[in-house]
């Protein structure tokens, strides 16, 4: 993020601090960002899969949460009902894992495509669905500030072209192992 916080380098050209989530990217941008990012650590960085995404919003497994960190909707996420912005990030309770933010604030890049209402299976990145090319659309995860809590969920998904970007719209990264 530092590599990115200032000037034409942050493809987001937007944000209100440091401590707020970077957003107003497509999943192209997220991409180089991590590519930039593992290329300057020498780790492996990327967007997590949907999978991925979910694992970690539940705190590392399945705790049967409704949202990232519990079932109060208030005290782990910003949404329509306490959030009138993006806000600061680590202001409401995080999940097992010590990560913030999950459910709310802004919907999350995944590296999956968006293939149709129902999961398919353990296909992971599908290239097609249901006859149609999935390309057409990437998987988004965690819902934004401007959402009602029915869609900041954990399982909740949704999804967008590829091409556009959105205020409500950032990514999270994932450390693969090496």
């Given at each position: 993020?530092?590599?990115?916080?200032?000037?034409?380098?942050?493809?987001?050209?937007?944000?209100?601090?440091?401590?707020?989530?970077?957003?107003?990217?497509?999943?192209?941008?997220?991409?180089?960002?991590?590519?930039?990012?593992?290329?300057?650590?020498?780790?492996?960085?990327?967007?997590?899969?949907?999978?991925?995404?979910?694992?970690?919003?539940?705190?590392?497994?399945?705790?049967?949460?409704?949202?990232?960190?519990?079932?109060?909707?208030?005290?782990?996420?910003?949404?329509?009902?306490?959030?009138?912005?993006?806000?600061?990030?680590?202001?409401?309770?995080?999940?097992?894992?010590?990560?913030?933010?999950?459910?709310?604030?802004?919907?999350e890049w995944c590296f999956d495509?968006?293939?149709?209402?129902?999961?398919?299976?353990?296909?992971?990145?599908?290239?097609?669905?249901?006859?149609?090319?999935?390309?057409?659309?990437?998987m988004l995860k965690g819902g934004?500030?401007?959402?009602?809590?029915?869609?900041?969920?954990?399982?909740?998904?949704?999804?967008?072209?590829?091409?556009?970007?959105?205020?409500?719209?950032?990514?999270?990264?994932?450390?693969?192992?090496?």
């Amino acid at each position: 993020y530092k590599h990115y916080k200032a000037g034409r380098d942050n493809p987001s050209r937007r944000g209100v601090g440091d401590f707020y989530p970077m957003y107003y990217v497509s999943p192209d941008d997220a991409k180089e960002f991590c590519r930039k990012l593992s290329n300057l650590t020498g780790l492996n960085f990327a967007l997590p899969t949907e999978a991925q995404w979910e694992y970690a919003a539940n705190g590392g497994g399945n705790r049967g949460y409704i949202y990232s960190g519990g079932n109060d909707v208030n005290s782990v996420a910003w949404y329509r009902g306490n959030a009138s912005r993006i806000a600061q990030v680590g202001l409401k309770d995080s999940n097992a894992l010590g990560l913030y933010d999950m459910s709310g604030n802004v919907n999350e890049w995944c590296f999956d495509y968006y293939c149709g209402i129902n999961r398919v299976g353990n296909v992971t990145n599908p290239t097609h669905c249901e006859g149609l090319p999935a390309k057409d659309f990437v998987m988004l995860k965690g819902g934004t500030w401007d959402m009602t809590g029915n869609y900041v969920t954990v399982t909740d998904r949704h999804m967008q072209r590829p091409y556009l970007k959105f205020q409500g719209t950032g990514f999270r990264v994932a450390r693969n192992a090496e």
